[in-house]
Nanobody, 122 residues
């Protein structure tokens, strides 16, 4: 499985961005997908995840109410809609695929995309 993240960029605080993660190769529609991020000088942290069915999702407390996650299996793509962005959301965002039902732990993800940079200016 190959994962390609895109959609990052520079946005002002309060703005929105939508990240996409396209899967290719031996895709797994029953697998859960997650987004993580890593800010400069910090460890990678969980952002959001969605089950293979798309029926359940989980979010980090820091993004609840501002971010949503969705998937379009016909396109083998997962999206992270980010609204009301804050400067502290600045990070490289990574998408990942897990064979677990859903996980907030990066060690439980099997495949990773290359990351896309999100910069939020104040």
């Amino acid at each position: 499985v190959q994962l390609q993240a895109s959609g990052g960029g520079l946005v002002q605080a309060g703005g929105s961005l939508r990240l996409s993660c396209a899967a290719s190769g031996r895709t797994c529609r029953s697998c859960s997908m997650g987004w993580f991020r890593q800010a400069p000088g910090k460890e990678r942290e969980f952002v959001a995840a969605i089950t293979g069915s798309g029926s359940s999702a989980a979010f980090a407390d820091s993004v609840k109410g501002r971010f949503t996650i969705s998937r379009n299996d016909a396109k083998d793509t997962v999206y992270l809609q980010m609204n009301s962005l804050k400067p502290e959301d600045t990070a490289v965002y990574y998408c990942a695929l897990s064979r677990k039902i859903m996980s907030m732990y990066d060690s439980e993800y099997d495949y990773w995309g290359q990351g896309t940079l999100v910069t939020v200016s104040s």
